[in-house]
């Protein structure tokens, strides 16, 4: 969920230059002193080709545009490269907040770094504590689940989504008890709030 809130700036950004791309010059991407056309072809290219253009060139005001759909395209790519300005400097408000660790990660001594057994070791406490944190939670996670699951068979909810729950909780019992009988050393840990 963090990855696809993290790719929404992205996203408004590739929308941006998109649309950017889109109403450029295709003059401007012609080198100015290398071009092989001639300057009046340059700025046949830079012409619009609308109705009222030839009265641009003598001064006079143009009409609006009557298509909505201009109109539109344009209060669109104002509001993509708002958004994309709020969210460089403000950051997207739809992302939640990202939880402090509970415990800071015990970083490797200078003996452990110099010594290749003791730094196995050391990977080795490293991985334990990963295992018992995921045990821990999912011994929680599955409390959690079961009294949903008896909330549930009380009504209010379909059975597609009853079916989906039980087999959440199926799966999450089988990880548990595959990884406590890979790994019998490690005893679940309290999970942090």
């Known amino acids: 969920m963090r990855v696809l809130l993290s790719l929404i700036p992205l996203l408004a950004i590739g929308v941006s230059l998109g649309l950017w791309i889109q109403h450029t010059d295709p003059a401007a991407a012609l080198p100015s002193e290398d071009n092989a056309l001639s300057k009046p072809a340059v700025q046949k290219l830079e012409q619009p080709h ?114 989906e729950g039980h087999k959440k909780l199926s799966r999450l019992r089988e990880q548990q008890a595959l990884l406590l009988k890979q790994h019998p050393e490690i005893t679940p840990q309290d999970p942090a709030p």
């Open 50 to 163: 609308t109705p009222n253009a030839a009265l641009q060139g003598l001064g006079a005001t143009p009409e609006p545009p009557t298509d909505p759909a201009e109109n539109l395209d344009v209060e669109s790519e104002h509001l993509a490269v708002s958004a994309l300005r709020n969210s460089m400097t403000k950051g997207d408000p739809r992302t939640p907040p990202l939880a402090p660790r509970a415990e800071a990660r015990v970083l490797p001594s200078a003996q452990e770094l110099a010594d290749h057994k003791l730094y196995q070791a050391y990977e080795t406490r490293q991985k334990q504590q990963v295992y018992a944190s995921f045990a821990a939670a999912a011994a929680k996670k599955i409390t959690d689940l079961e009294e949903m699951m008896a909330h549930a068979d009380q009504g209010g909810v379909t059975p597609e989504q009853l079916a």
